[in-house]
RNA sequence: UGGGGCGUCGACAAACGGCAAGUCAGGAGAUUUUGGAUCUCCCAUGUGGAGGUUCGAAUCCUCCCGCCCCAGCCA
């Protein structure tokens, strides 16, 4: 919201919004809903647009109602009205006591259909599918009437009740605006508003064997709930005018109350390097891509929030992202420094080994344990101190030791002295070799008992302090990595002549087996997330069982070293 | 070749006729017991192009170019 008086509104929709507050169009109020088809689970994109609508209700002092739009029994389940509402609580958004439904107002729909054709607005076509196809004309060509557009109020409305009433079959007839079969705007020219379906719908069972249609029944739903501003995206930019159309007739019928609501049209998210189309992510699931909709992979809200992902860090960058109506491609990066930024202030600091190097301390006392102090969160004090037992065979990452470093590389190798995190200051002193495979299995070291804590009093320095567990405390732990969905950040540029799922890459998880955990994280709660010192922000998974801790990588660290290695190879 | 939209930095995105904001990414440095975090600085003489109006144009006008959407009984 404005923090002061001079600044502007957010986005042009906010402009729009705050406009008719002033001129009173709607009495000063402002309603808005999100409108989902319970037809799969909703994605990030979708927390783009619940955001946008939840916060103008919030920043306005208005309403937004959570509606569902299921008017399409044959793709619409009631698990995905579950999962719906499910995410977007988890959101964070209060959409009062219950959710709406379209179904609710069939009824509704049904009489407004009558007075339509009663008025002279609308007609039965009894041509076939393609018959209306062929006769709508194309981009560049009128269309033609059908021949069934003067049938007379009677036979309309005749014909009508008995397609509620079930005694014609699918696809048969169906009822039609009657606009302007020549209009240049297709959508103007005379659109289905009734379809025919014996098919039960997850709410209304087997009343009905009609169902709306989209562009007939959400103005409709709009106007009903007394929408003020009903935002949507671009694809419908067309179909304003029908919207407007629509609604003018029934108000005129007084079948709805001026002032009408209006809809307003904003680009949709895209994402690099994921997919967000409802249709392509059902073929990951169907197909077995993935392990689910709540894999930690997918950019659905169950499984962002599966991963580990805050509804803070998403609203945040929802927020960040803009709403324009230009259609635009955002950085994946930018979603994880938001994930980073609520994390590291959040998130409590832990010691844990993805690829273990064992390491032994020749001058350290065999069967000594030290409790060493390790701060929780060097940004938040308030959360206090550990403890975390030190002792001489511990576990340090593979990748902190390089037998010939390259002169940028300033952690552990023969001879060189580094920190381990809260410890001690140690030395190589052996590299230890698998005879036949020449793989190193060991490290031999030496520490310096005057550096406890990780300080020297002669204020030598190091240039690498690492992370560390003990051995002989070590909780075992499997930790899953996850890279990016796709292969390439657009997921439009696919070559010609295959899919999407030709983009899909192959290392997007990871298993490590025999990972090291510090003993504190053996009692981790589920969900819980920490920053495993050095590696990133990582949560723990459902799979988690008593005897087999799971935790899933959120995102990395910002990594300077491996950018530094990146270019080095280029 | 109809209609509806949209073109500002590598990616988002402000600007509402008066000095092209900010964020992410990228780069340099400071600092650091996380190569993290933090801090500082750099990163568009120019807004798809060409004309025009104006003291002054990303903004107004004209023409052109490019991209997206619409021919479901999907939403």
Wanted: one cysteine or more.
């Amino acid at each position: 919201m404005a923090e002061n008086d001079i600044s502007r509104p957010a986005d042009f929709i906010r402009e729009v919004v705050e406009n008719d507050i002033k001129t009173k169009k709607y009495d000063s109020r402002v309603h808005t809903r999100f409108p989902p088809e319970p037809n799969g689970y909703l994605h990030i994109g979708h927390a783009k647009s619940i955001c946008l609508n939840f916060g103008i209700a919030r920043d306005y002092g208005g309403l937004c109602n959570l509606r569902f739009d299921d008017t399409n029994p044959e793709k619409e389940e009631q698990e995905y009205v579950n999962s719906i509402l499910d995410s977007v609580r988890w959101l964070g958004f209060d959409f009062g006591p219950e959710a709406l439904y379209a179904s609710d107002y069939f009824d509704f729909m049904y009489k407004a259909a009558g007075y339509l054709i009663t008025a002279g607005h609308a007609y039965v076509d009894s041509q076939t599918a393609d018959e209306m196809r062929e006769n709508r004309g194309t981009l560049t060509s009128p269309g033609k009437d059908s021949p069934f557009r003067g049938r007379s109020e009677e036979e309309n409305l005749r014909l009508l009740r008995e397609m509620r009433d079930g005694s014609h079959p699918d696809g048969s007839m169906v009822v039609r605006a009657k606009i302007d079969m020549a209009s240049p705007n297709i959508n103007m020219r005379d659109p289905a508003l009734y379809r025919i379906k014996h098919a039960d719908h997850h709410r209304t069972g087997g009343k009905w064997c009609i169902y709306p249609m989209y562009t007939f029944a959400h103005p409709i739903e709009d106007a009903v709930e007394n929408i003020t501003h009903s935002i949507c995206t671009l694809e419908f930019e067309d179909q304003r005018p029908f919207y407007d159309w629509l609604l003018e007739r029934l108000a005129e019928g007084g079948l709805l109350e001026r002032p009408l609501p209006q809809q307003i049209e904003f680009a949709r998210l895209n994402l690099s390097h994921t997919i967000l189309s409802k249709r392509k992510l059902i073929q990951l699931v169907q197909e077995g891509h993935v392990s689910g909709w709540d894999d930690p992979r997918m950019p659905t809200i169950s499984g962002m929030r599966r991963r580990g992902f805050t509804p803070e860090a998403i609203r945040n960058f929802c927020d960040r992202i803009g709403v324009a109506k230009r259609e635009s491609l955002v950085d994946i990066a930018l979603l994880e420094y938001c994930v980073r930024e609520d994390l590291n202030k959040r998130a409590p600091r832990a010691m844990a080994v993805l690829r273990p190097l064992k390491v032994v301390i020749d001058n350290y006392p065999e069967g000594l344990t030290e409790e060493l102090d390790a701060v929780n969160n060097p940004e938040d004090a308030s959360m206090g101190t550990r403890k975390v037992p030190f002792s001489r065979v511990i576990y340090i990452e593979k990748d902190d030791f390089r037998e010939a470093p390259p002169k940028e590389f300033f952690r552990l190798a023969p001879g060189r002295e580094v920190r381990l995190r809260y410890a001690y200051y140690i030395t190589c002193t052996g590299v230890i070799k698998d005879e036949k495979t020449g793989e190193i299995t060991e490290l031999r070291c030496t520490y310096d008992p005057k550096t406890k804590g990780g300080d020297s009093p002669d204020g030598r320095k190091v240039k690498a302090t690492l992370h560390w567990v003990s051995a002989r405390h070590t909780v075992a732990a499997e930790v899953r990595l996850y890279g990016y969905l796709l292969i390439k950040p657009d997921p439009a540029d696919v070559e010609e002549g295959k899919d999407f799922k030709s983009l899909l890459n192959p290392n997007s998880l990871e298993r490590l087996q025999s990972c090291h955990v510090e003993p504190a994280l053996a009692s981790a709660a589920q969900g819980s997330r920490y920053q495993f010192e050095r590696l990133g922000y990582f949560c723990v998974d459902p799979d988690t069982s008593v005897d087999q801790l799971v935790f899933n990588r959120i995102v990395t660290l910002k990594d300077t070293w491996a950018k530094i290695e990146k270019a080095k190879k280029k």
